[in-house]
């Protein structure tokens, strides 16, 4: 009886496999690839202030992403970007945990537009302040008091100050 091929495990790469970010994070990481390796469409898929937001979420990396931030998104091109990062960062793995924005919608609109008349900021600007403030008593109470100087009454100032769940 002839010997059969031993059959292929796990998924087939097609031939018009794009590199996505993760595949770019890991050549920068891990695998330690080499520009020159890409294919040109492989490299117009690099993004830089996609690289940086990603790597940003590793709390050994984000001081040096942000210390590199201002060269790699601008004064350097991809290549250059992706030579530094894969040329600098310790070859290994990195579970990157995407943070995104909870409090969108968790305050009072017209809380958040008095937010951004006081500090002559945009609605979103305002949030950020808002989640800022939110995490201590004290900063709640700050804002207690910036809504204060618009002359609003105490019943007004407590159903603004409320946090939808």
Do not use: C
Request: proline share 3%.
């Amino acid at each position: 009886m002839a010997k059969q091929p031993p059959k292929k495990t796990g998924r087939k790469k097609s031939a018009t496999h794009k590199v996505g970010i993760f595949d770019h994070i890991s050549n920068i990481t891990d695998k330690k690839a080499k520009w020159e390796d890409y294919s040109e469409s492989d490299a117009k898929t690099f993004e830089p202030f996609m690289i940086n937001r990603f790597l940003s979420m590793s709390y050994d990396l984000i001081e040096f992403i942000n210390l590199f931030q201002k060269y790699t998104l601008g004064k350097l091109g991809k290549r250059e970007t992706f030579k530094l990062y894969a040329g600098i960062l310790p070859k290994q793995k990195y579970y990157l945990k995407y943070i995104k924005s909870t409090s969108e919608g968790n305050y009072v609109p017209e809380l958040v537009e008095y937010i951004a008349k006081y500090f002559e900021s945009s609605k979103t600007e305002a949030i950020d302040y808002l989640d800022i403030y939110y995490k201590t008593d004290e900063g709640i109470q700050e804002v207690r008091e910036i809504i204060e100087k618009y002359g609003l009454e105490e019943k007004k100032i407590t159903a603004l100050l409320k946090v939808k769940k």
